[in-house]
């Protein structure tokens, strides 16, 4: 998984640097492609800056490339200005950080600052600016983006309201789209009822993936599968669609069966242990 997380990053990474003309065509505004809107950008340049945060620290070897290829990704999701992808990136790294357990925890701490202070060495409080002021952005008052999501959650819990028991439509009837926000979604178009397997689905993954976290005995694909879900269930609340976002329950699926797998193994294991006793 190292090496085609690498090789995918570096494609990432050189099929920007080739489209940079493109990229920073307009001074001060969002880098996009023609293929790739600012959102996309945002979270896929995070989420291997999760992966290398996952692996920075293993051994001298990856701890290299984690310091090499890490400020490239971080000038693409600073760039790319996407609130989404700032936080429910950075939410996910927190919460991963408090779910690990004592040493751990510690030296997950003092890898961020490292990182931090790194960054700060070679950018000062640029890049900082950019976020800072990207931020400052979320106001319903005067961003148009946030207004419209704002007007798309209420009406979505007004259509919950109206249909509780089964829910109604499939789009938000106002905007006629989706409502940026999957869990409305859900209780919006299927009500409480029809929305208790998704529930039952999320419970059973964010289960998962604080076992996965805590018990530092899964392989890095699990714990990166885990992160992953963190970070998508989090965009979740402010974007995308139940139907549009695979990553959410490529990741969910793949924490569930990780540790309900891993579960079974050990089950097996003891059951062969009895036997040969």
């Not at 990432?12 to 001074?27: C, E, P």
């Not at 340049?45 to 290299?64: E, R, V």
């Amino acid at each position: 998984m190292i090496l085609v997380m690498n090789a995918l990053c570096v494609v990432f990474l050189i099929g920007l640097y080739l489209n940079r003309d493109v990229l920073f065509a307009a001074q001060g505004e969002r880098m996009s492609m023609d293929k790739i809107n600012p959102i996309a950008m945002g979270h896929t340049a995070f989420a291997f800056l999760i992966y290398f945060f996952l692996i920075l620290g293993k051994t001298k070897k990856l701890t290299i490339q984690s310091m090499v290829l890490g400020p490239m990704l971080l000038l693409v999701v600073v760039f790319s200005k996407s609130r989404g992808a700032y936080i429910a990136g950075a939410g996910s790294i927190l919460i991963y950080i408090l779910l690990l357990k004592g040493s751990k925890r510690l030296f997950a701490v003092l890898g961020a600052l490292v990182v931090a202070m790194a960054i700060l060495a070679t950018s000062g409080v640029e890049l900082i600016d950019v976020v800072i002021a990207r931020l400052q952005t979320i106001n319903v008052d005067a961003d148009q983006s946030t207004m419209i999501r704002s007007q798309l959650f209420a009406g979505a819990w007004r259509q919950f309201l109206e249909n509780p028991v089964f829910g109604r439509y499939a789009v938000e009837m106002q905007f006629n789209f989706y409502p940026h926000n999957i869990y409305l979604e859900s209780l919006m178009a299927m009500g409480a009822l029809g929305s208790l397997p998704f529930a039952a689905h999320i419970v059973l993954a964010l289960r998962s993936t604080v076992g996965i976290i805590r018990s530092g005995k899964f392989p890095l694909a699990a714990v990166l599968a885990a992160v992953l879900f963190i970070r998508e269930a989090i965009a979740g609340m402010a974007s995308g669609s139940l139907w549009g976002n695979s990553v959410f329950w490529v990741t969910s699926a793949l924490t569930i069966s990780f540790w309900y797998g891993y579960q079974g193994f050990l089950a097996k294991a003891r059951n062969a242990e009895i036997r040969a006793y």
